[in-house]
């Protein structure tokens, strides 16, 4: 099932069927929208009003990149939601997120972190609190490292070529 085509629907009706994707490939047991594909992320931001939550730190952002949101009709925030360096959870994430322009409950998240793990646990965070549309980007930006112990190559935003650019 594909994304619904943007010229002969609503956002509300493409939020649905997103939703309806990422509902089948959840954790078992966590309340929040599901998980979706880097691919499906990039194509709903790109017909879609969205912000894409890149939850990673600064020293990420700025050496490893950041996904490149400006061709769609998304938009690209960057709150970490650990601290650097030690990793504490950011106890102004929930409060960062709802300062940003144009956010709402109902308008859809897409959290995006290094492999799926901290946007994982972001996606239901903001679920929890009150937050309609929270989706986790399977993969990250870089996703697991492959057999060379590399990442960026086999999982992840970067690995599947969508834009991105360096920090």
Wanted: charged share 20%.
């Amino acid at each position: 099932m594909g994304l619904l085509n943007p010229a002969k629907t609503t956002t509300e009706a493409a939020v649905a069927e997103l939703a309806i994707q990422a509902a089948a490939h959840k954790v078992v047991g966590m309340a929040y929208g599901g998980d979706i594909s880097p691919e499906e992320a990039f194509a709903f931001l790109k017909h879609n009003d969205a912000i894409l939550v890149d939850v990673r730190t600064v020293p990420e952002w700025q050496f490893t990149g950041v996904p490149d949101v400006s061709a769609t009709r998304g938009k690209l925030a960057t709150i970490s939601w650990k601290n650097y360096p030690d990793f504490s959870t950011n106890q102004k994430f929930q409060d960062q997120l709802a300062s940003l322009p144009d956010i709402n409950k109902e308008v859809p998240l897409l959290f995006l972190c290094r492999s799926g793990g901290r946007s994982l646990d972001a996606a239901v965070a903001m679920t929890a609190a009150g937050y309609r549309y929270c989706f986790n980007i399977t993969g990250g930006f870089e996703g697991d490292p492959d057999a060379s112990g590399h990442r960026g190559t086999a999982q992840g935003w970067k690995a599947k070529k969508l834009p991105w650019k360096q920090g």
